[in-house]
């Protein structure tokens, strides 16, 4: 299997855009998870899902974050309007049941 | 609420030395516990996990962990490292069998292997 998947790997853009993060985990896995890493605040959850269904988004930081998994292969993280406080590096990852979880490469966003 | 303290944000070890990183947990019930290791510009990768049973785990690259309970600890271990081995160190705690839940990481340690 290739892994988790994100894409882009980087993506810079202007304050006020609207950005979109991709992500497909690995094939079997029903549990999808992104997260947010920065060096003040660290590794945090933003919102889980389950069999495609949101779970848990008590981490999502405000409105202008949304995500969305449309079928078992695909999710995505949008942001609208970006803003240069939403700058880390955001990481997908996906599990089996109650297994460990498996992480991507991470997308690194710049917002200017 | 949950919560991983990590206390050592730096460690350096010489190569070949022996290396322990601590991690301490706080949660009510015994959690699910994971120490993952991430390389510069990279995501992180699975070192080693506890869900139950034996409390010495082994893991890949040499790696082993110690859950202790009466401590709250599940510190990171490796009798000797290898120039390879620097990098960020994260512990996690899950609490739904730790794949079925976000999991809850440490602020990280980041490992220098001095030659």
């Known amino acids: 299997d290739a892994g988790v998947i994100q894409s882009p790997r980087h993506e810079v853009t202007e304050m006020g855009q609207e950005v979109t993060l991709r992500c497909k985990p690995i094939s079997g896995h029903d549990y999808l998870f992104w997260y947010r890493q920065t060096m003040m605040r660290g590794l945090e959850l933003l919102i889980y899902?389950?069999?495609?269904?949101?779970?848990?988004d008590s981490g999502m930081p405000e409105d202008r974050f949304s995500a969305k998994m449309p079928n078992a292969s695909f999710s995505t993280l949008k942001i609208q309007p970006s803003e240069p406080r939403d700058s880390a590096v955001y990481f997908c990852?996906?599990?089996?049941?109650?297994?460990?979880?498996?992480f991507g490469p991470g997308t690194r966003l710049t917002v200017t | 609420a949950q919560s991983v303290t990590q206390p050592d944000i730096h460690i350096t070890v010489s190569e070949g030395a022996s290396l322990e990183l601590r991690c301490n947990y706080s949660?009510?019930?015994?959690?699910?516990l994971f120490w993952y290791v991430q390389s510069p510009g990279q995501g992180l990768q699975l070192l080693l996990k506890?869900?139950?049973?034996?409390?010495l785990v082994q893991g890949i690259k040499g790696f082993e962990a110690e859950f202790k309970r009466s401590q709250s600890s599940f510190n990171l271990r490796k009798p000797s490292v290898h120039w390879s081995d620097a990098a960020e160190y994260f512990c996690a705690v899950g609490f739904s069998g730790g794949g079925a839940d976000g999991l809850t990481f440490g602020k990280g340690t980041h490992l220098i292997i001095q030659p």
């Open positions: 506890y869900f139950s049973g034996d409390t």
């Open positions: 899902f389950n069999n495609n269904v949101p779970i848990d």
């Open positions: 949660y009510g019930a015994t959690p699910y």
């Open positions: 990852a996906s599990s089996f049941s109650v297994y460990e979880q498996y």
